[in-house]
């Protein structure tokens, strides 16, 4: 199912880093997420629900520039 709150994400696990950009635009990196998150996160039925309960105010991150440059290859909220 779509989320109407994210577009789109990427994990990395040799970082435990996660990726999101919202449908806004606005994109965050999430430092320190186990692989296991990322896992519940990707199969979530509703990712925005997941990732307020369980990433948004558990990790540390980072706001990325809207130029993309440092972006990782997202994967479709939808998958």
Same mark, same amino acid.
């Given at each position: 199912m779509?989320?109407t709150? %994210? ?7 040799e970082?435990?880093?996660?990726e999101v950009?919202?449908?806004? +635009?606005r994109?965050?990196?999430?430092? +320190?997420v186990? /692989? +296991? %998150?990322a896992?519940?996160f ?5 990712? +925005?629900r997941?990732?307020n @309960? ?10 990325? /520039? ?6 990782w @290859?997202?994967?479709p909220?939808?998958?």
């Amino acid at each position: 199912m779509p989320s109407t709150v %994210i577009r789109r994400f990427a994990y990395r696990p040799e970082k435990r880093a996660l990726e999101v950009e919202f449908v806004s +635009g606005r994109r965050y990196r999430y430092f +320190g997420v186990p /692989e +296991g %998150i990322a896992s519940q996160f990707r199969s979530a039925f509703s990712k +925005g629900r997941f990732f307020n @309960a369980h990433i948004r105010d558990d990790y540390p991150f980072e706001e990325l /520039e809207e130029d993309g440059a440092d972006a990782w @290859a997202l994967m479709p909220a939808h998958t």
